[in-house]
């Protein structure tokens, strides 16, 4: 099994601490209507991915997918400059940040859409995205355009074997999503589940972990939604469910605010606050390697198709 790159096709082994959901080139503004939602000044996010680095991270999962401001160019400028992997995705958000030109698409026109970028590239650009993702629920339902999108992508996943990777809006949808999976026979270690730390519902996180998906706990440092301890203290029990590798960690930055030069967590908050909390309170070396490292390493590996 390889990993897709923005540069090309690498060895699972050379993935090394992976933040699994972030975005380094996003505009959400034209729908939040909140120019602090476009963060795309390159500069200021490679300063950012330096801190990243010192600490010894290696690859970023960006999901930035079209509709969100998806450049996958400047992703690959970025991978070269700061000699990071950084893996780029297909598909689209969630209502109603899908383009205007999509809105009315069905689930076989997503599904051509996102098989044709994996196999020749996004856009023109020969880039290949490595994930399907982040394809969002909106809180608490399924928008009819959603419910075409996720059909979509699933079958775009079936086919090619890239990961699905997905946004709960606050944590919602989370087990009507692995509901529609296994309803579409699409094998659960190829499945992210986003955003599972804004979901409080320990019961409903722990049912999808059992279904054998991936659970994203991938908001870290925006306590303004949920405080990092409040997510410590969840990961812990799913730790002592005996869940550790199915668990991954990131920090999803999608404001200029969110970055250190602007007083913000930063993409480094996992490695630099949350990792020693989380050994502060006896998790091991060898279960931090699974969390940061072996997890997404098995998580955005390409499967074999059946």
């Known amino acids: 099994m390889l990993i897709q790159t923005v540069k090309g096709l690498i060895e699972p082994d050379e993935l090394g601490i992976c933040a699994c959901h972030e975005h380094l080139y996003v505009d959400l503004s034209h729908i939040k209507n909140d120019k602090d939602c476009c963060l795309q000044d390159e500069k200021l996010v490679a ?15 960006e999901v930035t997918n079209d509709g969100m401001g998806r450049n996958p160019e400047i992703l690959k400028q970025l991978s070269t400059t700061l000699d990071l992997h950084i893996v780029a995705s297909t598909g689209c958000y969630k209502d109603p940040f899908i383009p205007e ?79 529609l999976f296994i309803t579409e026979a699409l094998p659960l270690h190829q499945v992210i589940i986003g955003h599972q730390d804004l979901n409080q519902d320990n019961g409903v996180v722990l049912d999808v972990l059992k279904s054998g998906a991936y659970v994203a706990l991938d908001t870290i440092g925006k306590e303004n939604y949920r405080s990092d301890q409040d997510r410590l203290n969840a990961l812990l029990l799913f730790l002592e469910e005996g869940y550790e590798d199915q668990l991954l960690l990131s920090s999803d930055l999608t404001r200029k605010s969110h970055l250190r030069s602007f007083g913000g967590q930063g993409y480094d908050v996992v490695l630099r606050s949350f990792v020693p909390a989380l050994k502060k309170q006896g998790v091991t070396d060898a279960v931090m390697q699974k969390l940061l490292k072996e997890n997404p390493k098995k998580a955005f590996s390409i499967k074999e198709r059946g």
């Open 101 to 179: 030109d999509k809105q009315q698409w069905t689930r076989d026109q997503f599904t051509e859409w996102m098989v044709d970028e994996i196999c020749y590239g996004i856009a023109g650009t020969g880039i290949k995205p490595g994930v399907i993702g982040e394809i969002g629920s909106s809180f608490n339902e399924f928008k009819p355009i959603e419910t075409e999108l996720f059909h979509g992508a699933i079958e775009a996943a079936r086919q090619t074997g890239l990961p699905l990777s997905t946004h709960t809006t606050l944590g919602t949808c989370a087990a009507e999503q692995i509901d």
């Open 47 to 61: 300063e950012d991915l330096e801190q990243f680095k010192v600490l010894g991270g290696r690859t970023v999962i």
